[in-house]
Nanobody
């Protein structure tokens, strides 16, 4: 399984941005795809996830709920993270990751894409 994240950039406070994560490989082995982020000097933290099942159940961190929306396009094998009302504290490198169905662990990780929110 391979993941490629795109879409980072520089945004002003209050702005919006959409990140994309293209997933390839043995997608049937996956349980969910999620987004994590790591700010400078901080530990990586969970942002949002969506299951690969037909229902597409979503889960959000408290910091992203209400402002961020995770979605997927099964035809394009792409997971999106729409981020609105961005704050300087959202500045981080964002990573997409895939949860392995068998181990229920986020086993596969893509390279990050950097978001900077200016104040």
């Amino acid at each position: 399984v391979q993941l490629q994240a795109f879409g980072g950039g520089l945004v002003q406070t209050g702005g919006y941005l959409r990140l994309s994560c293209v997933v390839s490989g043995n997608i049937d082995s996956l349980n969910a795809v999620g987004w994590y982020r790591q700010a400078p000097g901080k530990q990586r933290e969970f942002v949002a996830a969506i299951t690969t099942t037909s229902g597409g159940r979503r889960n959000y961190a408290d910091s992203s709920r209400g402002r961020f929306t995770i979605s997927r396009d099964n035809v394009k094998n792409t997971v999106y993270l729409q981020m609105n009302s961005l704050k300087p504290e959202d500045t981080a490198v964002y990573y997409c990751a895939a949860e392995d169905w068998a181990t229920e662990e986020y086993k596969y990780w893509g390279h990050g894409t950097k978001l900077t929110v200016s104040s």
